[in-house]
């Protein structure tokens, strides 16, 4: 029988570390937001690396037909990644889309020997705390300083923070989200891919849940419209009869609009974010104006100039929320040496209301864009 070497045995404790530090890290990666709460994600563990992989099974293809949010969801998992393995003692080195011939591993991330990013450790506590919140804001503007803080932080993802201050330019995003919103309650097709994610059963652990949804009883003339996801009445939150557009705004973009470019962005999200909650505030994205392309257009011209709107959040205080739903880790990781949990039941429904003529709501291997679209992230 084969005996370790004197030399091999000091690389046995630093191994099992690593081993441990990666299925953390997983655990802390799972909890990211994603569009439509669809978790559209796997990780595949290795004895010194986890591979992050985009699920194209989970793609919205009628709100999302490129999948820039997906790619976004799973930048913001990447993020989480790298704050775990930092707060458990490893320097994280990162490889975004290191193989062209396999365009759905978006980013290998491998723990090595050297100091950890402290700064990015500091978030770890903080990820379980972190919701997507909807209720009526609350309180004063985000101070500038802060502001300031987070357009660092942003930029250090490779991505740009542009907070909507200008009286002008308020009115001008809230007046292009009713535009954006209009335009896509008209169509059948995105209604049913909403129900969709709105009516899922308990066990499958994805989608939008009632308790974090507005009710929608009756529509209040507020600036800038939230989406309606109580598909059944039942949304469990009051509808904010506020003015939307005198909370603070702040728009992401980014120089280019590759792949590459909505995975930072979505790194960049999480981060804001994870600051965001640090600090005791809330957010929560308010997307219709950059899902349209007519609306997104007019917004960059009117903000960002030569960046690429990619996502707007509205930022206040409001009270907590239960966390969202989850998928069965044995569903999302691949590779585990803990035991598995028991497999839930992955049945997909067909929304019963699908108009005749349109595409099946369920994801295609490569979908064709509608130009239109619609978000939420929890």
Do not use: K
Not at 233 to 241: A, H, I, T, W
Not at 306 to 329: F, K, M, N, T, Y
């Amino acid at each position: 029988m084969d005996h370790p070497t004197d030399a091999s045995r000091p690389h046995a404790p630093a191994a099992q570390a690593r081993a441990v530090a990666l299925e953390a890290a997983v655990d802390r990666a799972v909890r990211a937001p994603s569009v439509h709460n669809t978790q559209p994600w796997t990780f595949v563990l290795g004895p010194d690396r986890v591979e992050v992989r985009a699920d194209r099974t989970r793609q919205l293809t009628v709100i999302d037909p490129l999948g820039r949010e997906l790619v976004q969801s799973v930048g913001a998992a990447l993020f989480n990644l790298r704050v775990a393995l930092a707060a458990r003692g490893w320097a994280v080195a990162v490889n975004r889309f290191p193989r062209p011939d396999d365009p759905d591993l978006l980013a290998v991330v491998r723990a090595v020997a050297g100091a950890p990013d402290v700064s990015l450790a500091g978030y770890d506590q903080t990820i379980p705390r972190r919701r997507t919140n909807r209720r009526p804001l609350t309180g004063d503007p985000v101070p500038d300083e802060l502001l300031r803080e987070l357009a660092a932080l942003a930029a250090a993802e490779g991505t740009v923070l542009v907070p909507v201050l200008r009286q002008d330019h308020r009115h001008l995003v809230a007046r292009l989200t009713q535009q954006a919103d209009e335009l896509q309650n008209a169509d059948r097709a995105y209604r049913a891919e909403i129900r969709h994610w709105t009516t899922r059963p308990a066990e499958e652990g994805d989608g939008v849940p009632a308790s974090a949804v507005p009710r929608m009883e009756g529509r209040f003339p507020v600036d800038m419209p939230q989406r309606d996801f109580d598909t059944r009445g039942e949304g469990r939150l009051p509808e904010d009869p506020g003015d939307s557009a005198e909370r603070t705004l702040a728009l992401l973009a980014t120089r280019t609009d590759s792949p590459l470019d909505w995975l930072r962005c979505g790194e960049a999200l999480q981060h804001v974010l994870l600051e965001l909650t640090r600090r005791g505030w809330v957010a929560s994205p308010v997307t219709q104006a950059i899902e349209v392309p007519l609306t997104r257009t007019q917004l960059r011209a009117a903000l960002t100039w030569d960046a690429h709107p990619q996502v707007l959040l509205r930022i206040g205080h409001a009270d907590d929320l239960a966390a969202a739903p989850r998928r069965s880790r044995a569903d999302v990781v691949r590779n585990s040496t803990r035991l598995p949990e028991p497999r839930r039941t992955r049945a997909v429904p067909t929304p019963t209301s699908w108009p005749p003529g349109r595409r099946d709501p369920r994801p295609a291997p490569r979908p064709v864009s509608d130009g239109r679209g619609g978000t939420t992230w929890l």
